[in-house]
């Protein structure tokens, strides 16, 4: 179970991160810097990706028999991670309408 929930913080963590940064690149389109908006998109898409990778871990686990316990955190780091995933691709678009302004 200790494994389980440290795999779910890091989820967490690198969602956040990504999430963050993604929020941050609207922002700085809205000043119009759209080379930092494009490298905080990259960076987000980077931290979604590690973030990714720890899910990956337990999906690949789960379908060799490994079944994991099911907990809160667990299921909180999931939700966290596909809302930031989203988060980041509308940011994308967000970014292109003020590029596009």
Known sequence: ME?????????????????????EAIQEAKKDDFKRADELIEEAGTELGKAHEFQ?????????????PLNVMLVHS??????????????????????NK
């Open 56 to 68: 990956t871990r337990l999906l690949q686990q789960e379908a060799n028999g490994d079944d994991a």
């Open 78 to 99: 999931q939700d966290h991670l596909m809302t930031s995933m989203t988060v980041r691709d509308l940011a994308v678009e967000i970014i292109e309408i003020y590029r």
């Open 3 to 23: 494994e389980i929930t440290e795999t779910a913080f890091q989820i967490i963590l690198y969602a956040g991160n990504g999430k963050s940064s993604a929020m």
